[in-house]
């Protein structure tokens, strides 16, 4: 069974750099079924992409995030990751890793993480 | 981006009431529209891609319908576990946007 778990420092100071991973289990991210991404949502808010990976390193960015945005991923480790630079309040929001698959009825998230929780705060 | 409303924002239903949320694109978006539900303090769940097809394992009590730029999740008898937020997202075109969201209380 397909599980993803998000890691990493749960806050962090403003400017400075947000680092998350995600740990895939029970599929493997070198897969050209699947593309792979991360999502946020601040507290009490609604749900907002940030960015995608495909298994051949092609990397997919919001606009507006895309300069501060990178999407790595470790194919070795079965793992990708994401990095938010200059960060502010306004990036506090629960980080949620997950899998998109692509049929021909369209793309869709079909396995979510559990989440991180992350707050921008000195 | 292509902006998606959901309404109501919040709704009260009984346990056997019928259920529906809209939600409505800026622009058209065939059927690539997506329903999600999330519970407090969970992940989003997928419930429904491709306007109405129903992922494996979710009850049959829901349903999607629509195309272009209106469409409808229906929950036809709701239990206590559907009392949840719903969300709606295109993904016709980047970035893939969601709706705000649709609160569903117990009445």
């Known amino acids: 069974q397909l599980q993803l778990q998000e890691s990493g420092p749960g806050l962090v100071k403003p400017s400075e750099t947000l680092s998350l991973t995600c740990t895939v289990s029970g599929g493997s991210i070198s897969s050209s079924d699947y593309y792979w991404g991360w999502i946020r949502q601040p507290p009490g808010k609604g749900l907002e992409w940030i960015a995608s990976?495909?298994?051949?390193?092609?990397?997919y960015y919001k606009m507006s995030l895309k300069s501060r945005v990178t999407i790595s991923a470790d194919t070795s480790k079965n793992q990708f990751s994401l990095e938010l630079r200059s960060v502010t309040a306004a990036d506090t929001a629960v980080y949620y890793c997950?899998?998109?698959?692509?049929?021909?009825?369209?793309?869709?998230?079909?396995?979510w993480g559990q989440g991180s929780l992350v707050t921008v705060s000195s | 981006d292509i902006q998606m409303t959901q309404s109501p924002s919040s709704l009260s239903a009984s346990v056997a009431d019928r259920v529906t949320i809209t939600c409505r694109a800026s622009q058209t978006i065939s059927r690539y529209l997506n329903w999600y539900q999330q519970r407090p303090g969970k992940a989003p769940k997928l419930l429904i891609y491709?306007?109405?097809t129903l992922q494996s394992g979710v009850p049959s009590r829901f349903s999607g319908s629509g195309s272009g730029t209106d469409f409808t999740l229906t929950i036809s008898s709701p239990q206590p576990e559907d009392f949840a937020t719903y969300y709606c997202?295109?993904?016709?075109?980047?970035?893939?946007?969601f709706g705000q969201g649709t609160k569903v209380e117990i009445k």
């Open positions: 491709g306007a109405s």
């Open positions: 990976i495909y298994y051949n390193g092609n990397t």
């Open positions: 997202q295109q993904s016709y075109s980047a970035p893939w946007t």
């Open positions: 997950a899998r998109v698959v692509y049929e021909v009825s369209g793309p869709y998230y079909d396995h």
